[in-house]
């Protein structure tokens, strides 16, 4: 089967991480912006976006998205998907702040899970406050799966309608707490779609990069980034987003698996509608 040209994401940074994990990581606004760019112009389509403020720590502030986002703006052209998770205990008011800016496209995590040590609360309100921010502001929602019940919750809300028509999927495998990130799981959580649902997966830590191949081979589609993992191979770590991507489109090359342009990620993200 042809499969459609890959969308790549990358998750430039987080909230988790600090400078004892990793010297290369972008965590200023300045550095993230910069980070961000870099692995557009390496061939990633949707910036996966979480700001920290001017002491590197995680925030929802709405000037620091804006700021960051119109730096990148103005160097490249882009998707802009802003996270509604935050950091574990982002109040509901501040994860969903930044949508009044109007990104293309915006996070919802379907469930609760434990996040390592952590409580990442997603109660069902929790979800339709978020659902709603996101349609009021003409935003493509990305379904965060990190867990079978979360695709099971996410189904009930698309059949009762409490979710826009147009959503992408994403499989976050291997968060401690949630689905690891074993082929099995993708191949399960994958084969519950609809054939022609777009889904992307994002491997967390050493999981990355072979799932990032499997999805490229099945069809789907591939995030990576800091966000998700620090080390390019085992015991080296990564020096910059840029990498990631442009191993992705190595392999995407060596998989014939061609890479879609920007307008051709927009149209299947029903972005251009
Ligand atoms: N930082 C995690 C607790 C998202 O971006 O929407 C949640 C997260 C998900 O990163
Ligand atoms: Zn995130």
Not at 65 to 78: A, V
Not at 211 to 221: K, Q, Y
Not at 247 to 258: G, H, K, Q, T, Y
């Amino acid at each position: 089967m042809e499969h459609k040209p890959l969308i790549i994401t990358c998750a430039v940074i987080g909230a988790e991480l600090t400078t004892a994990s990793s010297p290369y990581l972008p965590l200023t606004p300045d550095a993230i912006a910069k980070s961000a760019i870099e692995a557009v112009k390496a061939g990633a389509h949707i910036i996966h976006l979480h700001v920290r403020d001017e002491k590197g720590r995680p925030s929802q502030r709405v000037d620091l998205f804006d700021e960051i986002s119109k730096t990148i703006r103005k160097q490249c052209d882009c998707i802009l998907q802003y996270s509604t998770g935050g950091a574990v205990g982002t109040p509901l008011d501040e994860r969903i702040a930044p949508l009044k800016l109007k990104p293309e496209m915006a996070t919802l995590s379907m469930g609760t899970m434990n996040f390592g040590d952590d409580i990442f609360e997603n109660s069902e309100a929790t979800i339709h406050s978020i659902a709603a921010a996101i349609q009021n502001n003409g935003i493509v929602p990305e379904l965060e799966i990190f867990d079978c019940g979360m695709l099971d919750t996410a189904h009930r809300f698309i059949q009762k309608g409490y979710l826009p028509d147009k959503f992408h999927i994403d499989f976050v495998l291997g968060v401690s707490g949630g689905m690891n990130g074993d082929l099995k799981n993708l191949m399960f959580l994958a084969g519950k779609l609809k054939p022609e649902q777009l889904w992307t997966v994002a491997g967390i830590g050493k999981h990355q990069l072979q799932l990032s191949a499997h999805a490229i081979a099945m069809g789907g589609h591939v995030r990576v980034g800091f966000e998700d993992n620090i080390y390019y191979k085992k015991g080296e770590l990564a020096k910059s987003n840029a990498e990631f991507v442009m191993r992705i489109v190595r392999l995407a090359s060596e998989l014939n698996r061609p890479v879609a342009t920007l307008e051709q990620a927009k149209t299947v993200l029903s972005l251009n509608d």
